[in-house]
């Protein structure tokens, strides 16, 4: 099992940018593949984006879809998701999962972080 911290939510304003990070323990992190989820209140959480352990390979919700941007350096253990033009519906907490196939699927991840709140004021 790989364990999983969530960094670098904040409060920004619509349009803002933000970097999350997701830093994992253990060699074995590159070997599985990393998403994004995140949970409003009140709401389920939901797919963001993946990443294959390669790093070519990558998926995105339709809500993520050119504002967003996953990223992962296995040499730091490390998965960024890049959050471009944000806006007020992006607020959440967002959290980072493994899996051991490339999939959209969040009740497929496991080894979620602790997550990282994001806040997007209007």
């Known amino acids: 099992q790989v364990q999983l911290v969530e960094s670098g939510g904040g409060l920004v304003q619509a349009g803002d940018s933000l970097r999350l990070s997701c830093v994992g323990s253990g060699r074995t992190f590159r070997s599985y593949a990393i998403g994004w989820a995140r949970q409003a209140p009140g709401k389920e959480r939901e797919f963001v984006a993946t990443?294959?352990?390669?790093?070519?390979?990558?998926y995105y919700a339709d809500s993520a879809k050119g504002r967003f941007t996953i990223s992962r350096d296995n040499a730091k253990n490390t998965v960024y998701l890049q959050m471009n033009s944000l806006k007020p519906e992006d607020t959440a907490v967002y959290y980072c999962?493994?899996?051991?196939?490339?999939?959209?699927?969040?009740?497929?991840?496991?080894?979620w972080g602790q997550g990282t709140q994001v806040t997007v004021s209007s």
């Open positions: 990443i294959d352990w390669s790093g070519p390979s990558t």
């Open positions: 999962g493994s899996s051991h196939v490339l999939t959209i699927n969040v009740q497929r991840f496991g080894s």
